[in-house]
């Protein structure tokens, strides 16, 4: 290839990773956006049915059935639109590091090496994903629609 072919083919590669590293961001910026959008949703769910509870007592076992069905569907989705951001972001990123492979620095490859070879306090064995520890999250609210509903029918 001649020179000022390599040097475009280069300049098209860097575009492309641009782009690619954009369009990353923006599905990490949705995933944000949709976690504070389903907590908002899950604490005022929660907070209703906790203000609630004297008169859900009151109804028949079904309604609070329907609730936990409810809260506990808010709950499944939620952690499913996080599993699909993280899958969708992991895809993301494994175009960018071999786009980087043609690229004379590696960001994103080196800076996940740093954070895997990082000494981390024994209590965990490895840098802790963000993805992780959100998707704990759902779970917890789970938790909270069971014990309401438990709780409603000892009552």
Do not use: C
């Not at 369009?23 to 956006?33: F, I, K, L, P």
């Not at 959100?134 to 409603?152: D, K, N, Q, S, Y």
């Amino acid at each position: 290839m001649t020179e000022p072919a390599e040097r475009d083919r280069q300049a098209e590669v860097l575009e492309l990773y641009k782009l690619a590293v954009e369009m990353a961001d923006r599905v990490s910026a949705r995933r944000g956006t949709a976690n504070a959008f389903f907590l908002s949703v899950q604490t005022t769910f929660i907070a209703l049915v906790g203000f609630g509870f004297p008169k859900l007592v009151e109804s028949p076992w079904w309604v609070s059935l329907a609730v936990f069905l409810a809260g506990f569907t808010l709950s499944a989705t939620w952690w499913m639109q996080l599993r699909s951001y993280r899958d969708l972001n992991t895809a993301k990123f494994k175009v960018i590091n071999k786009l980087e492979e043609r690229l004379p620095v590696k960001i994103f490859a080196d800076e996940w090496e740093e954070l895997k070879s990082d000494p981390i306090p024994a209590w965990r064995k490895r840098y802790a994903e963000l993805g992780t520890s959100e998707r704990t999250i759902p779970v917890v609210f789970v938790g909270a629609h069971v014990l309401l509903f438990v709780g409603r029918l000892t009552v």
